[in-house]
């Protein structure tokens, strides 16, 4: 507790008031929305104390404080993933983290493979919840009871409160946004056919390697949490090409204004207590 008060202390002390009202994660290949912000200040992950950096292409690493829809933001540009050599721990530590600093609210988005044979690449997929078989937690070990207690519910991890947001967004916006379940694996390497076919018949609609500890963490501190994916390819063996992290940037790169158009009017509408 004492390394995410120094991490929240720091980054509080860089922003200044007033705090953000929604923190933002950005995946692979979406990270351009960070740009968009007014009145930006940005800080380098290196720069904040116990805080974990991102290695992966299409992660800039730096937070950035600024306004988008007249809303104060907290943005992450790229995470840390369990693949880079991380805990699920510490891939969860920067959402701790903005717990320790008082924000409440948290959308999360991330690039996915399409295991869902009736969407395509390109496709944005509203998260209705998650599976995580791997069996390590990003909460595993010492409880932090101010943040939340040892045992907590996650069968509203999603709440439909801002999936509603979600959707009406989209639909004025005249965007097909899907809506699905979300699995998580290990990486680095993209799943086989196999293991998509076995995340089909768990109900899964899309698979990545990130997201479900920040999930998890959130929904233990009693966050508010939105998650979206980014369908950037589609998942092994739907489609006989060889996936790549290439196709994954340039999937995102093509997404990126209707992207952004989503979370702009998400933002602008998201309910605040």
Same mark, same amino acid.
């Given at each position: 507790?004492?390394?995410?008060?120094?991490?929240?202390?720091?980054?509080?002390?860089?922003?200044?008031?007033?705090?953000?009202? !929604?923190?933002?994660?950005?995946?692979?290949?979406?990270?351009?929305?960070?740009?968009?912000?007014?009145?930006?200040?940005? !800080? *380098?992950?290196?720069? !904040?104390?116990?805080?974990?950096?991102?290695?992966?292409?299409?992660?800039?690493?730096?937070?950035?404080?600024?306004?988008?829809?007249?809303?104060?933001?907290?943005?992450? #540009?790229?995470?840390?993933?369990?693949? =880079?050599?991380?805990?699920?721990?510490?891939?969860? /530590?920067?959402?701790?983290?903005?717990?320790?600093?008082?924000?409440? +609210?948290?959308?999360?988005?991330?690039?996915?493979?399409?295991?869902?044979?009736?969407?395509?690449?390109?496709?944005?997929?509203?998260?209705?919840?998650?599976?995580?078989?791997?069996?390590?937690?990003?909460? $595993?070990? =010492?409880?932090?009871?101010?943040?939340?207690?040892?045992?907590?519910?996650?069968?509203?991890? /999603? *709440?439909?409160?801002?999936?509603? @947001?979600?959707?009406?967004?989209? #639909?004025?916006?005249?965007?097909?946004?899907?809506?699905?379940?979300?699995?998580?694996?290990?990486?680095? +390497?993209? =799943?086989?056919?196999?293991?998509?076919?076995?995340?089909?018949?768990?109900?899964?609609?899309?698979?990545?390697? %990130?997201?479900?500890?920040?999930?998890?963490?959130?929904?233990? &501190?009693?966050?508010?949490?939105?998650?979206? %994916?980014?369908?950037?390819?589609?998942?092994?063996?739907?489609?006989?090409?060889?996936?790549?992290?290439?196709?994954?940037? =340039?999937?995102?790169? $093509?997404?990126?204004?209707?992207? %952004? &158009?989503? @979370?702009?009017?998400?933002?602008?509408?998201?309910?605040?207590?």
């Amino acid at each position: 507790m004492v390394q995410l008060k120094d991490s929240a202390a720091y980054v509080l002390s860089m922003i200044g008031d007033p705090l953000p009202e !929604i923190a933002i994660i950005l995946g692979s290949g979406l990270g351009g929305l960070a740009d968009e912000l007014e009145e930006k200040i940005r !800080i *380098p992950y290196k720069e !904040i104390p116990h805080f974990p950096t991102s290695t992966v292409k299409g992660h800039a690493g730096r937070l950035v404080a600024g306004y988008l829809e007249g809303r104060r933001l907290l943005v992450m #540009q790229g995470r840390s993933h369990y693949y =880079e050599g991380y805990t699920l721990r510490e891939c969860a /530590y920067p959402v701790q983290m903005m717990a320790t600093m008082g924000i409440k +609210n948290l959308l999360v988005t991330n690039a996915a493979g399409c295991v869902n044979e009736r969407w395509s690449a390109g496709d944005l997929m509203l998260i209705s919840d998650h599976i995580k078989l791997i069996p390590d937690s990003p909460l $595993r070990g =010492e409880n932090i009871e101010s943040l939340g207690e040892r045992f907590f519910d996650m069968s509203r991890a /999603y *709440p439909e409160k801002l999936r509603k @947001v979600a959707r009406l967004a989209a #639909q004025e916006l005249g965007i097909d946004l899907k809506e699905g379940v979300y699995q998580f694996f290990s990486g680095p +390497n993209f =799943e086989t056919p196999a293991e998509v076919r076995f995340a089909r018949l768990c109900g899964a609609d899309a698979v990545g390697m %990130s997201t479900v500890p920040e999930v998890i963490a959130a929904n233990h &501190a009693k966050m508010e949490v939105l998650g979206i %994916s980014c369908m950037t390819n589609m998942a092994a063996g739907i489609l006989e090409n060889p996936l790549s992290h290439q196709e994954v940037l =340039e999937t995102g790169e $093509r997404v990126k204004l209707s992207f %952004s &158009a989503l @979370v702009r009017l998400i933002v602008k509408k998201w309910p605040l207590e």
